[in-house]
């Protein structure tokens, strides 16, 4: 059955074309730094169920300090001028759209086929991970179709995609660091002691007043651990189940599914969601790495103010 | 007696962030300093580190895509996606993101959250095409304002996802909520969960979608902000 472990030997090699190509970039004058973080992460990818938890530890430490003694260099600029990408897009067409579109397409029908239909059965592909197995497929479906139809020197993929991966550099890495320090936070108990301090505010008598308290403290929580999951199983059993299910006889679908969605309306505004707010900005080069953040400031704040409603009007009105 | 000392953790975080260090040194120092005032020796929080760090390699997966996408701009693909845009009578950024928006919700609701995204869609094809939109309305563009262009085509995509993924019966978050309140005997289908997702999808694509209006607004009137 092709599950995750097959696709980290395929990101392995993908992270050692990075160090490859980055190698191979005589402009960049801190290569040998680029070259470190991504053979490090290629030796992550295929060797990480093999060096124990205190050599991924290691690693990651060489990972940081890379990153944090600024090791790292900028990739060489783009490999085409504007014109020629201009006459080569004119001379292509919309064509070129299709090698771009496989990856979503394969993603989308191939996760539909293998979810609901008969192939399902046979089990080629751990269900756990359809979409990103077939994503995967995409990649290697769209990388032939692109060299069979455009015939680009041999290395370019390599090329074009360190130099790509050394504009986004340590950003990257950081979803991945997040997700770890996720589990520092909560094998340090944190969980339990932001439940047992905001338990010690509950206000009592106000329905309202304790849905506010609820929601802003998904929001407040889920800023702080990057995800909304670490926060929720935290506030439900802080406010959710004793107060507003059991005092206030709320609606548990609602306080459920409503309260997980106001803790959406945290990722939206904190860096700590490195891959949805850092990464992009990173990916976009843009000059701020929290330009994302603060556009989806303004759509975070009313949004939360409605979730806010539907769980107080849906849940004990309806 | 609850112990508040690796509450600090936290604030390392915030003030690290603040002052702008390099934020994977900030992670790292923060779980440290966490990991020993929860009483933990240094040893084992670095391989709780590294254990976290190993078990959460799937978010990196989606980087193999990039070797693709740089081959395909080496050939023009952003100029075509512009284009393409410029063709297009009646295209505005901001009805372009709308589109876009009700899109990843949909798609999302089907449970297939990782077709669209920063790497595989928002640069390489929608970010060139809210700025051709642009630039065909109101010619060459400021500075400032191509960078508001591009963050909002990111924060789209992103709103879009978190506020369409829990309509799909079988995703994660769901799955967690029905775990979080089974474990306190309360037992609710995904179902009966995912259904309460659809009022905070159709508030967010009202509200993100205002907003998106309001850009094309803004860009009429020229104005900065």
């Not at chain 1, 060299?147 to 993929?157: C, F, G, R, T, V």
């Not at chain 1, 986004?168 to 047992?196: C, E, H, Y």
């Given at each position: 059955?092709?599950?995750?472990?097959?696709?980290?030997?395929?990101?392995g090699?993908?992270f050692?074309?990075?160090?490859?190509?980055?190698?191979?970039?005589?402009?960049?004058?801190?290569?040998?730094?680029?070259?470190a973080?991504?053979?490090?992460?290629?030796?992550?990818?295929?060797f990480?169920?093999?060096?124990?938890?205190?050599?991924?530890?290691?690693?990651?430490?060489?990972?940081?300090?890379?990153?944090?003694?600024?090791?790292?260099?900028?990739?060489?600029?783009?490999?085409?001028?504007?014109?020629?990408?201009?006459?080569?897009?004119?001379?292509?067409?919309?064509?070129?759209?299709?090698?771009?579109?496989?990856?979503?397409?394969?993603?989308?029908?191939?996760?539909?086929l293998?979810?609901?239909?008969?192939?399902?059965?046979?089990?080629?592909?751990?269900?756990?991970?359809?979409?990103?197995?077939?994503?995967?497929?995409?990649?290697?479906?769209?990388?032939?179709?692109?060299?069979?139809?455009?015939?680009?020197?041999?290395?370019?993929?390599?090329?074009?995609?360190?130099?790509?991966?050394?504009?986004?550099?340590?950003?990257?890495?950081?979803?991945?660091?997040?997700?770890?320090l996720?589990?520092?936070?909560?094998?340090?108990?944190?969980?339990?002691?932001?439940?047992?301090?905001?338990?010690?505010?509950?206000?009592?008598?106000?329905?309202?007043?304790?849905?506010?308290?609820?929601?802003?403290?998904?929001?407040?929580?889920?800023?702080?651990?990057?995800?909304?999951?670490?926060?929720?199983?935290?506030?439900?059993?802080?406010?959710?189940?004793?107060?507003?299910?059991?005092?206030?006889?709320?609606?548990?679908?609602?306080?459920?599914?409503?309260?997980?969605?106001?803790?959406?309306?945290?990722?939206?505004?904190?860096?700590?969601?490195?891959?949805?707010?850092?990464?992009?900005a990173?990916?976009?080069?843009?000059?701020?790495?929290?330009?994302?953040?603060?556009?989806?400031?303004?759509?975070?704040?009313?949004?939360?103010?409605?979730?806010?409603?539907?769980?107080?009007?849906?849940?004990?009105?309806? | 007696?609850?112990?508040?000392?690796?509450?600090?953790?936290?604030?390392?975080?915030?003030?690290?962030?603040?002052?702008?260090?390099?934020?994977?040194?900030?992670?790292?120092?923060?779980?440290?300093?966490?990991?020993?005032?929860?009483?933990?020796p240094?040893?084992?929080?670095?391989?709780?580190?590294?254990?976290?760090?190993?078990?959460?390699?799937?978010v990196?997966?989606?980087?193999?895509?990039?070797?693709?996408?740089?081959?395909?701009?080496?050939?023009?693909?952003?100029?075509?996606?512009r284009?393409?845009?410029?063709?297009?009578?009646?295209?505005?950024?901001?009805?372009?993101?709308?589109?876009?928006?009700?899109?990843?919700?949909?798609?999302?609701?089907?449970?297939?959250?990782?077709?669209?995204?920063?790497?595989?869609?928002?640069?390489?094809?929608?970010?060139?095409?809210a700025?051709?939109?642009?630039?065909?309305?109101?010619?060459?563009?400021?500075?400032?304002?191509?960078?508001?262009?591009?963050?909002?085509?990111?924060?789209?995509?992103?709103?879009?996802?978190?506020?369409?993924?829990?309509?799909?019966?079988?995703?994660?978050?769901?799955?967690?909520i029905?775990?979080?309140?089974?474990?306190?005997?309360?037992?609710?289908?995904?179902?009966?969960?995912?259904?309460?997702?659809i009022?905070?999808?159709?508030?967010?694509?009202?509200?993100?979608?205002?907003?998106l209006?309001?850009?094309?607004?803004?860009?009429?009137?020229?104005?900065?902000?």
């Amino acid at each position: 059955m092709i599950n995750l472990h097959w696709l980290y030997i395929l990101a392995g090699a993908v992270f050692a074309g990075f160090a490859l190509g980055s190698a191979r970039d005589a402009a960049n004058a801190k290569r040998l730094g680029n070259v470190a973080l991504w053979s490090l992460l290629a030796i992550s990818f295929w060797f990480g169920d093999l060096i124990g938890d205190l050599g991924n530890g290691v690693l990651v430490l060489a990972l940081v300090a890379i990153a944090g003694l600024h090791l790292l260099g900028r990739a060489a600029g783009e490999t085409t001028s504007v014109e020629e990408r201009e006459q080569l897009s004119e001379r292509h067409g919309n064509k070129l759209f299709l090698p771009a579109l496989i990856i979503p397409f394969t993603a989308f029908v191939g996760t539909l086929l293998f979810s609901y239909t008969p192939l399902k059965s046979i089990d080629l592909i751990d269900p756990k991970s359809v979409t990103l197995v077939l994503l995967g497929c995409g990649v290697l479906l769209a990388l032939i179709v692109s060299y069979a139809w455009l015939k680009p020197p041999a290395l370019s993929a390599i090329d074009e995609g360190s130099r790509l991966a050394n504009s986004i550099g340590w950003a990257m890495v950081l979803p991945q660091m997040l997700a770890s320090l996720g589990v520092i936070f909560a094998a340090a108990g944190l969980g339990t002691t932001i439940g047992a301090l905001v338990g010690a505010i509950i206000p009592h008598g106000s329905v309202f007043l304790a849905v506010l308290l609820y929601g802003f403290g998904m929001v407040i929580f889920t800023m702080i651990m990057g995800n909304a999951f670490a926060a929720f199983p935290v506030m439900v059993a802080a406010i959710g189940i004793p107060i507003l299910i059991h005092a206030d006889g709320g609606n548990p679908a609602v306080i459920g599914a409503v309260g997980m969605l106001t803790g959406f309306c945290g990722t939206l505004m904190t860096p700590m969601a490195a891959n949805f707010n850092i990464v992009p900005a990173a990916l976009l080069e843009l000059k701020s790495q929290y330009a994302v953040i603060r556009m989806q400031v303004a759509t975070a704040i009313p949004l939360f103010i409605a979730n806010i409603l539907i769980l107080y009007i849906a849940g004990f009105h309806l | 007696m609850i112990d508040y000392w690796p509450l600090l953790g936290i604030a390392l975080v915030v003030i690290g962030f603040a002052l702008r260090f390099n934020p994977l040194l900030v992670v790292a120092v923060a779980g440290i300093v966490t990991g020993l005032l929860g009483h933990m020796p240094f040893l084992k929080v670095l391989a709780i580190l590294g254990h976290g760090f190993n078990e959460n390699r799937y978010v990196s997966i989606i980087w193999i895509i990039l070797p693709v996408i740089g081959l395909l701009e080496r050939y023009g693909l952003q100029e075509r996606a512009r284009a393409l845009i410029a063709s297009i009578r009646g295209a505005t950024t901001g009805r372009l993101l709308i589109v876009y928006l009700g899109l990843r919700q949909i798609i999302s609701a089907f449970g297939l959250t990782s077709v669209f995204g920063p790497a595989q869609t928002v640069r390489p094809l929608l970010a060139p095409m809210a700025l051709a939109a642009a630039e065909k309305e109101h010619g060459e563009l400021d500075e400032e304002t191509v960078e508001r262009i591009k963050a909002m085509s990111a924060a789209t995509d992103t709103v879009g996802l978190f506020f369409g993924e829990d309509i799909f019966l079988a995703v994660a978050s769901i799955l967690l909520i029905q775990a979080a309140l089974a474990g306190f005997g309360i037992q609710l289908t995904p179902f009966q969960l995912s259904v309460w997702a659809i009022p905070s999808a159709i508030c967010a694509f009202l509200i993100h979608g205002a907003r998106l209006l309001l850009l094309d607004r803004r860009l009429r009137a020229g104005t900065k902000t």
